[in-house]
């Protein structure tokens, strides 16, 4: 989830974030406005690019990955072995349950639509690290528990997953570029790993942690939403006339993500239920293990398939419906508790 916004743990959700769904939405619409009114702004953007790469959707992804890495702390995963069933629970949501429901809803419901389906593999195979933060606090989650997981997640997603994306596509009969995924996993989560590593022993012991989390972090996460819209714009206004010659396309990549959701999200509060967690442990795995990282997903579809593909467009989707359901999570989550549905000892 949108996971270079700020999150830690004195954070609620700013104005812009309580309302993304509705900031997506007049996106999408100035995006597709442009690409009638401006008939070559599609041509002019689309000439920006190096290598194959767009240089504007380039830098508006590294300003939204950046952000996320800011939240990995490495002093955290050394705290795994504290209570590794939640950790283990969440991983196997992440890397196992989300990837092959994404998988077999997108071959059933999208036949005959290639591009559609990775997006929703891209999507489903990509774990959240970053706005869960703020979706477990307003959760009254384990917040370190919430720290570990993110933390490992933002590692993991570094090795399993342009295999993992490689391996659904290939049994989807999907030929992609896979040195392109690769190299979109070592640009827009490698290296912001990195300046977010060296960021962090940099800033922190010479203007201290407090300043780092109250002033930095909020700072540059309000450059990663900008950048989130800024990217949207984009997109839309590249494939605003696509859109409007086949508005169901949207409607059709809807389906399988919020039957998805639905479904991911039901199996993790089940499987939390039956291994006896307590709430606050519980509702941080269902969150994580039910939250996607939607920059990465569109960052490998503009990658493989450019910024006007159907696509990158589809990746979209996956942010505009996560929003409003994650938070419809966090308000079930604390219904379901004063219902003692998690039944565990808090760690």
């Known amino acids: 989830m949108t996971e270079g916004l700020k999150a830690d743990s004195k954070t609620r959700l700013s104005f812009f974030e309580k309302y993304l769904p509705l900031w997506v939405a007049v996106c999408m619409i100035i995006g597709i406005v442009l ?39 490495a002093s955290e995963l050394r705290k795994l072995g504290r209570n590794p069933k939640p950790i283990i629970l969440t991983l196997f949501s992440n890397w196992i349950v989300a990837p092959i429901v994404g998988f077999a809803l997108a071959n ?12 929703i593999i891209l999507l489903s195979s990509s774990p959240c690290t970053a706005m869960v933060l703020v979706w477990g606090h307003l959760a009254d989650g384990n917040q370190e528990q919430n ?18 994306v ?17 190299v979109s996993v070592l640009v827009f989560i490698g ?7 060296i960021t962090r022993r940099t800033l922190i012991p010479w203007k201290g942690q407090e300043w780092f989390d109250q002033t930095y972090r909020p700072a540059v996460g309000n450059v990663a939403l900008v950048a989130l819209l800024g990217t949207l714009v984009v ?10 010659s086949h508005p169901d396309l949207l409607v059709l990549v809807s389906i399988p993500l919020i039957i998805g959701f639905i479904v991911v999200v039901a199996y993790n509060l089940l499987v939390t239920r039956f291994a006896h967690l307590a709430y606050r442990e519980g509702v941080i795995t269902v969150i994580i293990g039910s939250s996607s990282h939607f920059e990465i997903a569109i960052a490998t579809a503009v990658s493989i398939y450019g910024v006007g593909s159907i696509a990158a467009l589809g990746t979209t989707m996956g942010l505009f419906w996560e929003v409003p ?18 039944k565990g000892t808090p760690m």
Do not use: C, H
């Open 35 to 73: 690409s009638q009114v401006v008939p070559g702004i599609a041509e002019a953007i689309d000439s920006w690019t190096y290598a194959g790469v767009s240089i504007p959707i380039g830098i508006f992804l590294f300003l939204m990955m950046y952000p996320a890495m800011l939240n990995i702390q």
């Open 108 to 119: 059933f419901f999208l036949p005959g639509q290639p591009e559609l389906i990775v997006a």
């Open 147 to 164: 720290i570990v997981n993110t933390s490992l997640n933002t590692v993991t997603i570094i090795f399993l997953y342009a295999p993992i």
């Open 166 to 182: 490689a391996l659904l596509t290939g049994i989807s009969a999907i030929a992609i570029d896979q040195w392109l995924l690769f």
């Open 191 to 197: 290296i912001p790993l990195l300046l977010g590593l």
């Open 235 to 244: 997109l839309f206004s590249l494939n605003g006339s696509v859109m409007l």
């Open 325 to 342: 359901i994650m938070l419809g999570l966090v308000y079930l989550s604390k219904a379901l508790d004063k219902r003692g549905f998690w």
